[in-house]
C-alpha cells in the first residue's frame, strides 16, 4: 500500500508540469521542450520518505 502511495504522489503534478509545458511550447517552443524534457529526471529521483515508507511497510510484513 505505501508503494500505491509513493507512485500517487509521484505522478500528481504531472498534469499540471505537461500543460504549463505545453502552453509555454506554443509562445515559445524551445522552452516548452525543455520544461517537459525536466519532467523525465524528476520521475528518476526519488521522492522524500519514498524509500523509508516503503521499506517500512515491507518490514511490517508478515
Sequence with gaps: M?????ISR???PAPVWIAV???LG???PLLGL??????IPFY???IK???ASVKR??????
Excluded at 34 to 39: E, G, Q, S
Design 49 to 51: 520518505g519514498e524509500i
Design 2 to 6: 505505501a508503494g500505491v502511495r509513493a
Design 26 to 28: 506554443v509562445l515559445h
Design 34 to 39: 525543455v520544461l517537459v524534457a525536466a519532467f
Design 10 to 12: 509521484r505522478f500528481r
Design 57 to 62: 511497510a515491507r518490514e511490517s510484513l508478515p
Design 21 to 23: 509545458g505545453t502552453g
Design 44 to 46: 528518476w529521483l526519488p
